[in-house]
Every structure is written in C-alpha cells, then in structure tokens.
C-alpha cells in the first residue's frame, strides 16, 4: 500500500499549487480521500475530504472557497488533488493525504486507515 504526496513547494501570499496524491496497493476506489495538514507546533488538522465516486465534498472551514479538492479513479492508482488558491501564511504546513473505507467520521483523523509521507507547503508573506 502506498499513498505518495507532491506538488508542495514555497510560493507567495495569493498564490496558488496543486497537491497530487497516488494511492496504490488496495482497492482505493472505494476509498473516500481525505487531506490534513500539521502546521509547526501545532496538531494535525482537516483540510478536505471527497467520497470514493467524488459525489460528496467537505472541507474545513479555513480553507471553504480557497481549495478544491477532487480525484481520478484510476484501474491500479487513484489519483487525489488539491488545488489550494488564495494561499496565505496560515496554510504553511505539512500536507499529507489519507484514505478511510467507513462513511463515518469522514473529517476525523481516526477515521483514516492509511497516510502519505506527508508534502510541505510554505506560504511566503
């Protein structure tokens, strides 16, 4: 199993990236994906979340009409993105990506069985 993350980097307030994440190794199109993030010091927190046919979207208050989550159900890699507008230096953090097989929970930590290694965005002011 493998869920591998990228597309982080350093960019200025107002800008934009888009985060990619693979997951291979288990049926994760039935997966609903998820992305956390964990800014220095502090917990790792929600971002956003899509159900495994990508009908039903979440996502965190701090990051609702910025970011823009969505995925491509591959035959052996599902494919999940994030595209992240708007940026400010409050996004600075870790990005890692997750996917969870319960409906249930789908904006809590807990609820994911599997994590990426995790890709640093920084957000310069």
């Known amino acids: 199993v493998q869920l591998q993350a990228s597309g982080g980097g350093l960019v200025q307030a107002g800008g934009s990236l888009r985060l990619s994440c693979a997951a291979s190794?288990?049926?994760?199109?039935?997966?609903?994906m998820g992305w956390f993030r964990q800014a220095p010091g502090k917990e790792r927190e929600f971002v956003a979340t899509i159900s495994s046919t990508g009908s039903s979207l979440l996502y965190a208050d701090s990051v609702k009409g910025r970011f823009t989550i969505s995925r491509d159900n591959g035959k052996n890699t599902v494919q999940v993105y994030l595209l992240m507008n708007s940026l400010k230096p409050e996004d600075t953090a870790v990005y890692y990506c997750?996917?969870?097989?319960?409906?249930?929970?789908?904006?809590?930590?807990?609820?994911?069985?599997?994590w990426g290694q995790g890709t640093q965005v920084t957000v310069s002011s």
């Open positions: 190794g288990r049926t994760f199109g039935n997966y609903g």
């Open positions: 997750a996917a969870r097989s319960s409906w249930y929970g789908k904006d809590m930590e807990g609820s994911y069985e599997y």
